[in-house]
């Protein structure tokens, strides 16, 4: 039941509303809350929804259980998960079965189900609260805590948690120079790739001539394979951002906000527009916002999915209408961007961390980090690593935390090799590496980048060549054309890394994609392009052994490259079961029963399904 | 270049020189006017700069750090320092010529641009594209007849010119303009090269001596006019 019907019109109406949603939040004891991020809705977070809602009714605590579906948690992997209040209880991996034991023995007892806990994969116990579990214990949660209080779908939580606060202090305490000075002085750099101060950044759009108005724009169109960090801020805590988005207004004098976010994130969109439309019903968006004479809005634009989009003149020619290619950077958008007047771009998380900054302070924000790049920065962890999920650590922290004591080191029994951050146009930085801090100038210098923030870990049964190639194909495809060192540039580095795999490989091809690296990094038009080359240099600087080893033995040390390996069975193993020979999709492998088996080469595509079907680990990659 | 009496002027540093220079004038604008050689493709005068070829490059200096930039996208500011023939452009520059040339051999163009630009070897494969997407005919087509009848289509690989939808609008009236601006349109002097047979020309032995050592200065080369430089055409 909203207790907010007529907009806000004053800083003291939203502090009463708040007041009123306190005491009546006091009066429910208990809370339920479901993830409902889009990885634990793929793993069917909607169905336990539903069944422990209808246990609830079915106990009669329907009135005095809050059961709220939140952003995401960040433990993906272990989805779906639940957090029960009081307790502070995790359960994960649950099924819609589940769920009636849940209330009735949690929710209406407080009793623990053993069987539903997190198990620690590294020591293999159960851990009965959030707070114990290794994942989130290592992490500062700053910005992704939010998520689990709230419900992205309702602004009167956001408002319980102290939302909107911030731009109450701002419209009523500070005028824009305060607060572009506060940001300056927090040292917040942009979370998108670039790391720029954004408080400079700020600063010059506010000075930016003015002739018919200013833009400020959220930029969601995050589209690195493996990254998935702004996606689940913008799902998790959308009215964050917009109070970010509004404070930056406020601070540049900007009328008018634009969200370009990927279509192929439609809880995103979703709550995004629901969040909208909630501001202007409650006033915080519009004219005259709190009545402070300080009128804004925010428009939701949707991205058709071109990767090259997340580029800030490429997203406003999009936003425009025209076509997502971007344009000469000589003149900064902060002065000429979106229909040719001053617009500041920042990321989704740039934007989310405003309203923090606001309230408690730039010295509160620059506590955490180093001196040159502050605050928390949110990672998107996968690949080969124990727990995958969404990690919030300082900046400054080191990689091995990152992978050893959040992620929990390799998974299946393997040796961590390297991890790959920055997405696709990001570096690889091997193990001996890890003691790197990561933030934004030591990762650039060892020949990576923050990035966005994808973190993808790799061991070795991942080969670095593949790697380089993967990534290029992904920016070939994704590159829009215009210039031709990208475009050419990339396509020739992708022939050459491809040559390499398939045996076609020259010793001198190294030293030409080293000189067309540094060609295609110096002269593109965009930052797509003059990141491109960073896979394949990163890898060449820190595995170029693994190159050799393709180029001048013809063979893949990971056992990955398909035209550079065999597979064979080793008759010494082998029992004659028989099951890889019926398992393989060719008719490769033949053998009587009981008796050693053999592959023939000529028929075998080295797919790998014999070695995965092997109970004995007869089958060897040579 | 643009002038008239109400022009103002900034004062630039073009390769250690200072020159005066029309503001709202790019820096190939003014490099070409003094003299200066910057070889440029996609860069058509009266038409709006892509920025698609990027072998207009020069360092511009600023606190001490050099940035690579196309001159075509720059406009000239107070104090601005270029230095257009720094041994990082010509490399970079040979570089892009040595791509553009190995994506379509058959063109006398880019034969004489990657000449110009220092290219002695080609170590890719050879393509035989009929297209290096310059977009000149494209901002031809849209900027000086206001017809639009061609435009880009596609993205990365897949891009191309191409019409609306495909099929030849009525209001594009065959006035070639497109075609007269192409550079692909003229084979290198030895004819066109079959599939398999493609090679670095370099066949202009007056040019040859600038393969190695190329001037910054125009000397008015023959190489420009086969590309379509903009001050051979002027000239």
């Known amino acids: ?622 | 270049l643009k002038e008239n009496a109400m022009q103002q002027f900034v004062t630039i540093s073009l390769d250690g020189a200072k020159v005066r220079a029309a503001k709202g004038n790019t820096v190939l604008d003014t490099a070409l006017a003094y003299g200066t050689c910057i070889p440029h493709l996609c860069y058509v005068p009266n038409l709006s700069s892509l920025g698609a070829c990027r072998l207009c490059i020069v360092e511009v200096v600023s606190n001490g750090r050099a940035k690579v930039t196309t001159s075509c996208t720059l406009d000239v500011q107070e104090g601005m320092v270029v230095v257009t023939n720094s041994d990082k452009v010509r490399r970079l520059r040979r570089n892009i010529a040595e791509m553009l040339v190995a994506e379509a051999p058959n063109s006398k163009a880019l034969q004489c641009l990657a000449v110009r630009c220092g290219v002695e070897e080609v170590r890719y494969p050879f393509r035989n594209k009929d297209c290096v997407l310059c977009g000149r005919c494209v901002r031809a087509c849209g900027e000086m007849w206001r017809a639009k009848a061609i435009g880009f289509v596609g993205r990365g690989r897949q891009r191309r010119v191409s019409f609306p939808f495909g099929v030849k609008p009525a209001f594009c009236k065959m006035c070639l303009s497109c075609v007269d601006l192409c550079p692909m349109t003229i084979t290198p002097c030895g004819g066109p090269m079959k599939p398999g047979e493609e090679h670095l020309c370099g066949k202009c032995e007056s040019q040859l001596t600038m393969n190695r050592d190329f001037p910054d200065t125009c000397v008015q080369c023959n190489l420009g006019r086969g590309f379509g430089c903009t001050r051979a055409v002027v000239v």
């Open chain 1, 1 to 622: 039941l909203a207790l907010q019907s007529a907009p806000l019109s004053s800083p003291d109406e939203l502090a009463a509303l708040r007041q009123a949603l306190v005491a009546r939040r006091k009066t429910t004891g208990s809370s339920v809350t479901m993830c409902g991020g889009t990885g634990c809705q793929a793993s069917g977070c909607l169905a336990v929804v539903e069944a422990v809602k209808a246990g609830l009714v079915r106990q009669g605590l329907a009135e005095s259980v809050v059961l709220r579906v939140s952003g995401c948690h960040g433990f993906c992997e272990q989805g779906p998960l639940m957090l029960i209040e009081p307790g502070n209880i995790f359960y994960c991996h649950i099924s819609p079965d589940d769920a009636g034991e849940i209330v009735s023995r949690t929710v209406a007892q407080g009793e623990v189900i053993e069987r539903l806990l997190y198990t620690d994969p590294v020591s293999g116990e159960k851990v009965p609260t959030e707070a114990q579990i290794p994942f989130y214990a290592a992490q500062d949660r700053v910005l992704l805590g939010q998520n689990k209080r709230l419900d992205p779908t309702s602004i009167e939580d956001y408002i319980l948690d102290g939302g909107y606060a911030a731009l109450a202090k701002v419209l009523a305490q500070a005028n824009p120079e305060q607060v572009i000075q506060q940001i300056k002085a927090s040292g917040l750099r942009g979370r998108g790739g670039g790391g720029f101060p954004t408080g400079q950044k700020w600063e010059a759009c506010r000075a930016a001539a003015d002739g018919r108005g200013k833009y400020v724009i959220c930029n969601a169109d995050e589209g690195d394979p493996g990254a998935y960090m702004d996606r689940s801020i913008l799902e998790g805590n959308p009215h964050g951002v917009l109070e970010g988005m509004l404070i930056g207004a406020y601070a540049i004098g900007a009328g008018q906000g634009w969200i370009y976010v990927r279509n192929e994130y439609p809880l995103a969109v979703k709550h995004a527009r629901i969040a909208v439309e909630q501001a202007r019903r409650y006033g915080l968006l519009g004219e005259n916002i709190l009545g402070s004479g300080f009128s804004f809005d925010v428009e939701i634009a949707r991205g058709a999915g071109a990767f090259v989009c997340g580029e800030s003149t490429a997203l406003m020619a999009s936003l425009e209408g025209k076509v997502g290619e971007p344009v000469p950077k000589d003149v900064h958008t902060v002065e000429r961007g979106l229909w040719g007047r001053p617009s500041n771009l920042n990321n989704v998380e740039t934007w989310a961390n405003v309203p923090g900054i606001i309230n408690h302070g730039a010295a509160w924000f620059a506590a955490r980090g180093t001196p040159a790049s502050t605050g928390t920065k949110v990672f998107a962890l996968t690949g080969r690593v124990k727990n995958t999920g969404l990690v919030e650590i300082p900046l400054g922290t080191s990689l091995r935390t990152i992978v050893f004591d959040i992620g929990g080191g390799a998974s299946d029994g393997g040796k961590v090799k390297a991890v790959q951050t920055g997405g696709p146009s990001g570096g690889c930085l091997p193990v001996r590496k890890f003691n790197l801090q990561v933030d934004f100038d030591t990762l650039t210098k060892a020949g990576s980048m923050v990035g966005s923030g994808g973190m993808v870990v790799m061991d070795e049964r991942t080969c670095m060549v593949d790697v380089a190639k993967y990534f290029l194909k992904f920016l070939q495809d994704e590159s829009c054309g215009k210039c031709v060192p990208c475009r050419v540039g990339i396509d020739r580095m992708l022939e050459i890394v491809t040559d390499i795999t398939e045996g076609r490989g020259r010793p001198e091809q190294l030293d030409l994609l080293e000189e067309l690296g540094e060609t295609v990094a110096e002269t593109s038009l965009c930052a797509l392009g003059k990141t491109a080359p960073n896979p394949v240099l990163s890898t060449l600087r820190y595995f170029r052994d693994e190159y050799h080893a393709h180029i001048e033995q013809g063979r893949c040390p990971a056992g990955v490259c398909r035209a550079l390996i065999r597979y064979t069975i080793n008759a010494e193993a082998c029992t004659g079961c028989g099951a890889c020979r019926q398992a393989c999709p060719h008719g490769a492998i033949s053998g009587k029963k009981k008796e050693p088996h053999a592959i023939n080469p000529e028929v075998c595509t080295r797919c790998g399904i014999c070695r995965d079907t092997c109970k004995l680990g007869a089958v060897a990659v040579l």
